[in-house]
């Protein structure tokens, strides 16, 4: 059956980095898009970075861009999340997910409706 499984969540101090790794299995790789999405203490899961099934098109929530580049290697079926100069609000559980639709640049936040696999997800904690 499908299976997302991340690594590389940990404790890190604020201005410090961490890549995370969602590994997949049991579904084409390939032919799905995939994406980040994140939950904080007390917040809703929100979502994070996108990159479309071909590696090139890629979206992020601006409260990450610059900083988060996600990527994805189809011939290994992972896809990773490198998180550079992270601050204190980034704590959360990291959640990876799979969907066969992409997200609108305009409606990001309403992705997670489409998401067709979930991954369980690593906890990312980022001490001030």
């Known amino acids: 059956q499908v299976q997302l499984v991340e690594s590389g969540g940990g404790l890190v101090q604020a201005g410090g980095s961490l890549r995370l790794s969602c590994a997949a299995s049991?579904?084409?790789?390939?032919?799905?898009?995939m994406g980040w999405f994140r939950q904080a203490p007390g917040k809703e899961r929100e979502f994070v970075a996108a990159?479309?099934?071909?590696?090139?098109?890629?979206n992020y929530a601006d409260s990450v861009k610059g900083r988060f580049t996600i990527s994805r290697d189809n011939a290994k079926s992972t896809v990773y999340l490198q998180m550079n100069s992270l601050k204190p609000e980034d704590t959360a559980v990291y959640y990876c997910?799979?969907?066969?639709?992409?997200?609108?640049?305009?409606?990001?936040?309403?992705?997670?409706?489409?998401?067709?696999?979930w991954g369980k997800g690593t906890l990312v904690t980022v001490s001030a």
């Open positions: 997910a799979a969907s066969g639709t992409w997200p609108r640049s305009d409606s990001i936040e309403s992705w997670w409706k489409s998401i067709d696999f």
């Open positions: 049991g579904l084409t790789f390939s032919t799905y898009n």
């Open positions: 990159v479309r099934w071909n590696g090139i098109l890629k």
